[in-house]
């Protein structure tokens, strides 16, 4: 009877975990058992053959594209989602492919930078749930301003830690602060400076590109956009990445000395060794090819029509 006992946990467990995408933690609350006997039970469910694993991997990637791209962007690596014959969620099918490509990176490393927008959200939310109680995301740059948004910066690392039952570090300040002895003095506070030397020590970020518009749709960015970026001519601006400005010569747009960003400066930033950007909008791809040129990024998650697109620029 305990045999059977025992088999019914597991399949209950088992369930929960691969079915129900219940994280570790909501399993061991749920069933009042130490994290550390879940994934026992987990491991016991395969040796006992009551979970089957079968991969059937719909991410086919364009290998000929990935080579083309990086011939002409030596040092830069490429992950490119192939189109498929059919399929009805293409999207769906992207983020799953690039949540797997970011995941297989995040494996062996130890502190992981998010930044923030619906690209990164939607990646996230298709990481497969796993355990690593070591691994912590943090904020490098402050919030994003969308306070009210389930993409916003802070929630994203939250969410992502949730993922793998880990740790995460938060930014309590906004992206901008154009006080310069505001944001020096903030630097240093003691509920600050904690996730900054978290973040110098960040071995992968997970970003995408964003446009000035983007910015300009967050009320108090959009009427303060003077005073952050003075001098900006817009026609110059090829994309934002890492809450600044650069332009198609792959240059930031930005006095370093004069920098209201708030969180880690760009030299630091581009020191990071694994810089990873997702994109799935070709109208982005002008953006993409200018940060490429500027090495502000070491991979690319892209979908064919983007790639495509990136490639005729360099063309």
Known sequence: MAEQTNTNLLIDIAQDFYINQLTIADISTKYQVSRYMISKYLDEALAQNIVSISIRSP?????????????????HHFYVLANAEQSNNDADRFYSFAAQTVQNLINPLKIIGLSWGDTVYNVIEHFKPTVKEQLIFTQFMGENGKYNSLAG??????????????????????????????????????????????AHQMDLILTTLETIESLESIPSWQESLVALFPNLNRKEVAGFLYGRPFNHAGQFLINPIADKTFGLAIDSILQVPIR????????????????????FLTDLVLDEPTATKILAIHN
Do not use: C, W
């Open 59 to 75: 991410f086919a990637r364009n290998q000929e594209l990935e080579r083309q791209l990086a011939a002409v962007n030596p040092g």
């Open 153 to 198: 910066s802070m929630r994203m690392v939250q969410k992502a830690a949730n993922k793998y039952n880990s740790h995460y570090s938060t930014l309590n300040a906004p992206l901008y602060i154009i006080n310069d002895q505001v944001r020096q003095l903030l630097s240093l506070e003691p509920a600050i400076q904690p996730t900054l030397t978290t």
């Open 276 to 295: 990873v950007a997702v994109v799935n909008n070709k109208f982005k791809s002008h953006a993409v090819a200018a940060a490429l040129r500027g090495n």
